[in-house]
């Protein structure tokens, strides 16, 4: 049984997605980019900005879904410049702690809206049972 996951403090879909389902304790993450949920535009500011604001997002996803970004075993990134891959790590810490979440880093020509950086994932919830 697959339940769908949204919330109004990340950014609503633009497209034909969720932004997350969850079955049984397991929860999918759609990629989530730079955007401010409650204007939907892209957030001011440099590289570091944008990717604040994407854990931002994914942390309101998690939430929403029960968990947080500490449940996360997955982290798919996505970056149109590779070499800013050493700032990901230093934000990264800032909202992970060890064990990190296995995790894959893609450099790509391009995401939606001309953003730098998009990030996806996995979360495994807590069995409460």
Do not use: W
């Not at 697959?2 to 397991?26: E, F, M, R, W």
């Not at 001011?44 to 854990?55: E, I, L, P, S």
């Amino acid at each position: 049984m697959k339940t769908i996951i949204n919330t109004d403090l990340a950014p609503s879909a633009i497209g034909t997605y969720s932004q997350a389902v969850k079955v049984n304790n397991t929860v999918y993450l759609s990629g989530q980019i730079p955007l401010v949920a409650e204007s939907m535009t892209i957030v001011d500011g440099d590289f570091a900005a944008q990717t604040h604001q994407v854990f931002k997002n994914l942390s309101a996803v998690c939430k929403a879904a029960g968990g947080g970004l500490d449940d996360m075993v997955k982290v798919n990134i996505y970056m149109t410049d590779l070499n800013q891959f050493a700032v990901v790590n230093e934000i990264m810490a800032q909202y992970f702690v060890q064990p990190y979440p296995a995790r894959a880093a893609i450099g790509v020509s391009q995401l939606p809206k001309g953003v730098d950086i998009e990030i996806d994932g996995i979360l495994e919830l807590p069995n409460l049972n």
